[in-house]
């Protein structure tokens, strides 16, 4: 029996690839909703730097330019909506702006739109490894209230 709604978490990677590759797999629903999270430039530099609180100069307004990561997630969401149609599902596309994190973006829409399962890659990392470096699939599992579905990486990942 098919699903009435999936979310499938894209991010341009190659396991999120797979994921898709998989929902259309062994998944079926009437809406596939391809979502790419996205963080602005700013929060991601101050992020980086350690810097809080970076504003954009008052002499630059939003009219003026578009954000270099809204840009890349359009184009990273459209190679996204591009699988998921040739694996075979009824899909749409999303993109959303980050306000705190990726996963919570994530978990986020899910619950905005109801979904009946959330689709997500994995990096298959492991001991110190995962530690060191959080996995929003993860984050969504531990968070979300609602089925996930997670693809592993093919082979061993160093």
Excluded at 11 to 38: H, I, K, M, P, Q
Excluded at 39 to 45: D, H, K, S, Y
Excluded at 69 to 85: H, S
Aim: charged share 25%; with cysteine.
């Amino acid at each position: 029996m098919p699903c009435d709604q999936m979310l499938i978490a894209y991010d341009g990677s190659e396991n999120a690839r797979r994921a898709v590759e998989y929902a259309g797999r062994f998944l079926t629903a009437n809406r596939a909703v391809v979502l790419t999270a996205w963080e602005p430039m700013v929060r991601q530099a101050a992020r980086l730097t350690g810097i809080s609180g970076v504003m954009q100069p008052d002499w630059v307004t939003d009219d003026e330019i578009e954000d270099i990561a809204f840009t890349d997630a359009k184009t990273i969401n459209a190679e996204g909506l591009k699988l998921a149609e040739l694996a075979g599902l009824n899909a749409e596309a999303r993109t959303v702006e980050c306000t705190t994190t990726i996963w919570n973006a994530i978990v986020d829409v899910a619950d905005e739109l109801d979904v009946d399962i959330i689709v997500a890659g994995t990096r298959g990392a492991t001991g110190i490894k995962a530690l060191l470096h959080s996995s929003v699939a993860d984050a969504v599992l531990k968070h979300c209230h609602r089925p996930v579905f997670l693809v592993p990486p093919v082979g061993e990942q160093k």
